[in-house]
């Protein structure tokens, strides 16, 4: 066997293993400190289209709806990973629904995710046409490490 072959072969195995770990894990995931992106919107709208808090593991928002505590369905999610070195970048995008004063909507959410090891606390920001806000992540278990309390918004 080539030596670059063996080499690929390591790298290739430790990425799969690094990101299979991240994917099982069991996350609270919370929007948060949401405000206008455009002149013509307004705060209380933005606070009625914030998804809140959920819980969930990267497989399973990929596959399943989600619901938030404010009632919120997320799904259609797309995940993107960048690793460099301890440094993992994150990006996607998924869909809202909900139900405000009696009337149905629908929004994309565009997610810029950062954070340091495969179970440390994400941050970021998110993004829709009309608003803007916060996001923040932390793990809450898996096999190989204890269950923390979640973030209280």
Known sequence: ????WLVAFLVLNHVCLAFGAMDQTTWQGTYYQAVPAQRYVNQNYCDEHTPGRFIHTVNGALTYPIITNR???LDQATFHVRAIDDFYFMQGE???RGIS???VWEDRIHYY???RGQRGVTK?????NECKGLYRG???KNGDFPITK???T
């Not at 970021?124 to 829709?128: A, E, H, Q, R």
Request: aromatic fraction near 8%; charge should be positive; glycine fraction near 14%.
């Open 71 to 73: 009632g919120i369905i």
């Open 94 to 96: 998924l869909r809202a």
């Open 1 to 4: 066997m080539n030596g670059k």
């Open 113 to 115: 995710l950062f954070k």
């Open 150 to 152: 979640p973030h209280k």
């Open 138 to 140: 932390i793990a809450l």
């Open 101 to 103: 004063r009696g009337k």
């Open 124 to 128: 970021g920001m998110w993004s829709t």
